[in-house]
């Protein structure tokens, strides 16, 4: 449709604060969305979010069975072992199936249409990271402060 | 229905500014189209992606994903934002005469 008066978006900034499959994934698919669109985008991952690039980490998330109403499961049924690897991989199963890449290969392909990729200053001297515990597409490790320098003049959403 | 005059024909456009009809596409018209978007000149790649995205769209309705083209045209990623700058699928898919990619990815 082509009612849209309003000023195209041209940034946005994306923060991805949980480490869950299906924490991380959202804001993963946005800023990929965004370079398809010719928008600009920067993902910022805090807190654990931040296990999305770690590279120990990022090929094992998981989806959450326990506390997750959305799940339709008795918290019993989702706490018993393997409940969280089997919804993972019938998860990544149907995202296969969507054409929706692994964490490691959507990062790649972000990073390689323009998307800028950062890590939470404040997360990383909080978990005692280091800059080679993140896989290669991280750009840096950046404060707040200049996590807004950088979002400047453009959208923030914070997943 | 809006048109547009493309290798001196008049042409359907539909609601996205896309040629409504694909049929009316030739590779004059994919040059046009491509300077109206800022490609001034069609390279053998730029050409390889636009014939996948036909090929695939014949065959299944939908022009294909950014990963899709990036694993089976031969086009790797930077180089397709490199080609068609501002929106690679998007753009390919206008200049190949095609609607907007319906998928998320």
């Given at each position: 449709m082509n009612n849209r008066s309003a000023q195209p978006i041209e940034r946005v900034s994306i923060i991805v604060s949980h480490g869950s499959l299906?924490?991380?994934?959202?804001?993963?698919?946005?800023?990929?969305g965004a370079r398809m669109e010719g928008i600009e985008a920067s993902l910022f991952f805090t807190f654990f979010g931040l296990d999305a690039i770690i590279r120990k980490r990022m090929h094992n998330?998981?989806?959450?069975?326990?506390?997750n109403p959305a799940m339709h499961m008795p918290t019993?049924?989702?706490a018993i072992p393997g409940m969280s690897s089997f919804a993972t991989s019938m998860m990544k199963k149907e995202m296969e199936k969507l054409d929706i890449p692994p964490v490691?290969?959507?990062?790649?392909m972000i990073?390689?249409?323009g998307g800028e990729i950062y890590a939470c200053k404040a997360s990383v001297d909080m978990f005692h990271l280091k800059a080679g515990d993140f896989c290669p597409e991280v750009d840096a490790v950046i404060s707040v402060g200049q996590f807004y320098e950088k979002a400047a003049g453009g959208q923030i959403i914070f997943t | 229905m809006e048109t547009v005059i493309l290798a001196g024909k008049t042409l359907a456009l539909d609601a996205d500014g896309n040629l409504a009809n694909r049929h009316d596409w030739n590779e004059e018209i994919a040059?046009?189209?491509?300077?109206?978007?800022?490609?001034?000149?069609?390279t053998a790649q730029h050409w390889s992606v636009i014939n996948f995205m036909r090929a695939v769209f014949e065959k299944e309705g939908?022009?294909?994903?950014?990963?899709?083209l990036t694993k089976e045209s031969g086009v790797d990623t930077k180089?397709?934002?490199q080609l068609f700058p501002k929106g690679p699928a998007k753009k390919a898919a206008r200049i190949a005469g095609l609607p907007k990619p319906k998928g998320c990815i």
């Open positions: 299906e924490g991380v994934y959202p804001g993963l698919i946005m800023a990929n998330l998981k989806v959450a069975t326990v506390g019993v049924l989702g490691g290969e959507f990062l790649t990073h390689d249409a | 040059r046009e189209i491509a300077a109206i978007e800022g490609i001034p000149e069609l939908d022009a294909p994903s950014i990963r899709r180089t397709l934002y």
